[in-house]
C-alpha cells in the first residue's frame, strides 16, 4: 500500500508539469502571435502613413502642374480639352514607373472675378485605397490692389484719409494721412508745387514726402519716420506700372461689347451726336439711358483760368430720355463712344462702363466720364462692383452735389481722375459751387495725370475720403485691368 501510495503521487507530480507546459506554450503562443500582429499592424500602419503622404505629395503636383498650365494658358479652365473634370494625371518615379497620379477639378473664375480654384485628389499605384485631397484658389491681382495708382506726380492735401495701397511713377507728395504704404517709382523727386527759388535744386525731395508738420530732410539725409502721416510707412523706389497696357484694356472691352462687330444698345452705344450720354443705374439690374442735349453754362466769371484742356462745367442742363429698364448685359460690359454722365445705384451687379473713341489722335476729343451725384452700391462684400474706364478723364464737374459718395473703381487711360479748377466766380443763385463740403470714395483711382477734387487754395471738396474696396484685389469689376498677369496663390487646404 505504501509504494502504490508513492507510485500514485510521482504521476500526479508528472500531469502537473505537463499541464504547466501546456499552460505556457499556450501564453507564448499567444504572446508570440500578439507579436506577430502587432507587427504586421505596424508595418501595416508604416506602409499606409507611407502611401498617405505620397498621395499627399501627388495631390500637392496636381496644383503645382494647374498653376504653371495656367501661366502658359491664363484662361484654360479645362485642362487642354473640351470635357468636363475630373482630369487625370499619371506621376512616375525617376525610371518612369507609374507610381500614382491625380484627379483634378477646376472651378473657373465667377463673371468679374479672376478666382480659380483648384482641387486635386492623390493617390498611390500601391495602395489606391489611400488618397489625400489638396485645394487651392488662385488668382491673379487686378489693377485694383491699389487705392491709388498714378502715371504723374501726386499730391494729397492735408484733409485727405486714405486706407488702401497708394503708389505712383512719379513723386507723392502727401501731406494727409495713410493707413497702408506709400510708394513711389523715383528714389528722388522734384516737388512740382515747391515755389523756391532756383528751381529744381532747392526742391529736391524723396520719392515719397511730407511737408504736414516737421519737412522732411532732403536727400541724402534720410527721411524721418512719420507715423502720423505713414501709418503703414512708405516705400521707393519701386518698379513702374506700364499706364500704355490700360490702352489694349480699352479695345478689348470694345471686342466684349460688340459681338460680330457690330455697336448697339443695351452692350454698346454709337455717337450721340450731341453732348453725350447720360445713365442712371437701378437696382433691378437696368439702367436708363438719356441722350444729354445742353451743358450748364458757366457763371459769369467762371472762367478756366488754369488754362485747363477740355474746362468747362461738365453738368446736364437738358436731356432726353432714349429708353428705360436696359438690362445689363451678362457679360456686365457697356462700352460708350461718346461722353458719358453716370449716377444711381445697382444691387446684385457687377458692371464696366468705358467711354473711349478707339482710334481718335486729337487729345481735344477724348472721351470722359462724369460724376455729379450719388452713384452706390447696396451691397458690400463683393456682390456689386462698379468699374468706371475713361479714356481721358473721369469727371466730377461744378454743379456737383455738396456731399455725396462714388462707390467705384476709377481709372483714366491718359487724363486724369478729379475736378477742375473752379476760381470764386463760379457761384450760381447764391451758391458757392467752387468749393464743396465732402466726397467719399469707396474703391480705387487709376490716373494717368495728377489726381485731385480740391487745390491748395480751397477751392474743389474740402474733406476727401479715399476708402480702398478690398474686395476688387481678386474679384474686380468684369475685364478690369490686371496689375500682373501672374496667379498667385490665395489660399491652400487640405480637404482629406
Not at 35 to 56: D, H, P, S
Not at 189 to 212: K, L, R, Y
Not at 368 to 374: A, C, G, L, P
Amino acid at each position: 500500500m505504501k509504494h502504490f501510495g508513492l507510485k500514485n503521487r510521482g504521476v500526479k507530480n508528472r500531469g502537473d508539469i505537463l499541464i504547466s507546459v501546456v499552460v505556457f506554450a499556450a501564453i507564448t503562443v499567444t504572446v508570440t502571435i500578439g507579436l506577430v500582429n502587432w507587427g504586421a499592424a505596424m508595418l501595416a500602419g508604416i506602409r499606409t502613413t507611407q502611401a498617405k503622404e505620397q498621395a499627399f505629395q501627388i495631390a500637392e503636383a496636381g496644383i503645382d502642374y494647374y498653376r504653371w498650365h495656367l501661366a502658359q494658358f491664363p484662361t484654360d479652365y479645362t485642362d487642354g480639352t473640351t470635357g468636363p473634370s475630373p482630369y487625370y494625371h499619371a506621376v512616375t518615379d525617376k525610371n518612369d514607373v507609374v507610381i500614382g497620379g491625380y484627379a483634378l477639378t477646376i472651378t473657373p473664375p465667377p463673371l468679374g472675378s479672376t478666382k480659380v480654384v483648384i482641387t486635386s485628389t492623390g493617390t498611390t499605384t500601391a495602395n489606391p485605397n489611400v488618397s489625400r485631397t489638396v485645394q487651392a484658389t488662385l488668382a491673379q491681382p487686378s489693377l485694383a490692389q491699389y487705392a491709388v495708382i498714378a502715371n504723374d506726380n501726386l499730391r494729397f492735401g492735408a484733409g485727405t484719409t486714405i486706407y488702401g495701397p497708394v503708389s505712383s511713377n512719379q513723386g507723392i507728395h502727401f501731406d494727409g494721412v495713410a493707413f497702408n504704404v506709400v510708394s513711389s517709382a523715383l528714389a528722388t523727386d522734384t516737388d512740382p508745387d515747391n515755389s523756391c527759388t532756383p528751381q529744381p535744386a532747392c526742391a529736391v525731395e524723396w520719392g515719397v514726402f511730407t511737408q504736414s508738420g516737421t519737412d522732411d530732410p532732403s536727400p541724402p539725409t534720410a527721411a524721418n519716420n512719420r507715423p502720423d502721416v505713414f501709418a503703414a510707412g512708405r516705400q521707393y523706389p519701386v518698379p513702374a506700372f506700364p499706364f500704355a497696357t490700360l490702352a489694349v484694356n480699352l479695345s478689348s472691352l470694345l471686342t466684349l461689347s460688340t459681338p460680330g462687330g457690330v455697336c448697339s444698345a443695351p452692350r454698346c452705344w454709337v455717337s450721340s451726336g450731341a453732348q453725350g450720354y447720360y445713365m442712371h443705374l437701378n437696382t433691378n439690374n437696368t439702367y436708363d439711358m438719356y441722350t444729354v442735349n445742353t451743358l450748364k453754362a458757366a457763371p459769369s466769371g467762371c472762367t478756366s483760368v488754369a488754362s485747363q484742356s477740355q474746362w468747362g462745367t461738365w453738368s446736364i442742363n437738358t436731356k432726353t430720355l432714349i429708353g428705360a429698364g436696359y438690362a445689363i448685359p451678362t457679360n456686365g460690359i457697356v462700352f460708350v463712344k461718346d461722353n458719358l454722365w453716370i449716377d444711381g445705384q445697382i444691387n446684385g451687379s457687377r458692371l464696366t462702363v468705358a467711354a473711349a473713341d478707339i482710334g481718335q489722335t486729337d487729345p481735344t476729343k477724348y472721351l470722359n466720364i462724369t460724376v455729379n451725384n450719388d452713384l452706390l452700391y447696396t451691397n458690400f462684400d463683393g456682390t456689386d462692383v462698379i468699374g468706371l474706364i475713361a479714356q481721358n478723364n473721369v469727371n466730377v464737374g461744378l454743379f456737383s452735389a455738396d456731399s455725396f459718395t462714388i462707390d467705384a473703381a476709377l481709372v483714366a487711360e491718359i487724363g486724369r481722375v478729379g475736378r477742375f479748377y473752379y476760381n470764386s466766380n463760379c457761384r450760381s443763385g447764391g451758391v458757392s459751387y467752387y468749393d464743396r463740403s465732402s466726397l467719399t470714395l469707396n474703391g480705387m483711382i487709376a490716373t494717368a495725370i495728377r489726381y485731385g477734387f480740391a487745390y491748395t487754395d480751397g477751392t474743389g471738396y474740402t474733406t476727401r475720403n479715399i476708402n480702398y474696396d478690398g474686395n476688387l484685389l481678386y474679384s474686380p469689376p468684369p475685364s478690369f485691368p490686371l496689375a500682373s498677369t501672374q496667379y498667385q496663390t490665395i489660399s491652400w487646404k487640405q480637404l482629406k
